[in-house]
Nanobody
Framework: VQLQASGGGLVQAGDSLRLSCAASGRSFGPYDMGWFRQAPGKEREFVAFFTGHGSRTYYADSLKGRFTVSRDNRKNTMYLQIDSLKPEDTAVYYC???????????????????WGQGTQLTVSS
């Protein structure tokens, strides 16, 4: 499956933004999907996760409340809604997919087999 993240840009602190991740090549319904982000000079970190076909979601503890992940399997698209944006949210945001029954922590970059190219989000103060 090929993934394409989009929706980033330059926004003001306090704004809201929705990122999209479109899948092509095959349906992403069977895949568990994740969002990660990587700020300059930092490691890529887990943001959110959505189970394949199901409706369970998980978020990084530090980001709960401002981030909401959703998916539309009919459109083969996943979304990340970010509210009350902060300058520290500035990063490249990546979407990723892992086989539904594959092993590994959902928080780990290494658990995901497919990655989009990332979309830059810059939040100005």
């Amino acid at each position: 499956v090929q993934l394409q993240a989009s929706g980033g840009g330059l926004v003001q602190a306090g704004d809201s933004l929705r990122l999209s991740c479109a899948a092509s090549g095959r349906s992403f319904g069977p895949y568990d999907m994740g969002w990660f982000r990587q700020a300059p000079g930092k490691e890529r970190e887990f943001v959110a996760f959505f189970t394949g076909h199901g409706s369970r979601t998980y978020y990084a503890d530090s980001l709960k409340g401002r981030f909401t992940v959703s998916r539309d399997n009919r459109k083969n698209t996943m979304y990340l809604q970010i509210d009350s944006l902060k300058p520290e949210d500035t990063a490249v945001y990546y979407c990723a997919a892992k086989g539904r029954y594959s092993s590994g922590s959902i928080h780990s970059v290494a658990s995901y087999s497919y990655w989009g190219q990332g979309t830059q989000l810059t939040v100005s103060s």
